[in-house]
Nanobody, 124 residues
Framework: EVQLQASGGGLVQPGGSLTLSCTASGFSFDDYDIGWFRQAPGKERAGVSGIRRPDGSAYYTDSVKGRFTISRDTAENTVYLRMNNLKPEDTAVYYC?????????????????WGKGTQVTVSS
């Protein structure tokens, strides 16, 4: 059984930083792409960043390029999303997500497993 345990959300001021963690069990990083989606109030859930097979290359949506960094610890089966220079528009519920498809072009319907969301609020 695939399980995704996400943590690390919180309240931060604009310009601040947070790191999200997603610890996975029940699957191999070799078999799936893994990353993060987010859903802001009144908006659709959309992909933010992911790690793609087979080479572990990173995907970022345009709005977070240069500010967010995704990484993984294979030994710990954990994926991290370091978010720097946070902006109010980054406020959303962030979801860890696993897909057999290419994360870079995945939509909600392509996700095979979801973690519970973690709230990120950027506000002064």
């Amino acid at each position: 059984e695939v399980q995704l345990q996400a943590s690390g959300g919180g309240l931060v001021q604009p310009g601040g930083s947070l790191t999200l963690s997603c610890t996975a069990s029940g699957f191999s990083f070799d078999d799936y792409d893994i990353g993060w989606f987010r859903q802001a109030p009144g908006k659709e859930r959309a992909g933010v960043s992911g790690i793609r097979r087979p080479d572990g290359s990173a995907y970022y949506t345009d709005s977070v390029k240069g500010r967010f960094t995704i990484s993984r610890d294979t030994a710990e089966n954990t994926v991290y999303l370091r978010m720097n220079n946070l902006k109010p528009e980054d406020t959303a519920v962030y979801y860890c997500a696993v897909t057999y498809e290419d994360f870079a072009i995945s939509t909600i319907s392509d996700i095979d497993y979801w973690g519970k969301g973690t709230q990120v609020t950027v506000s002064s």
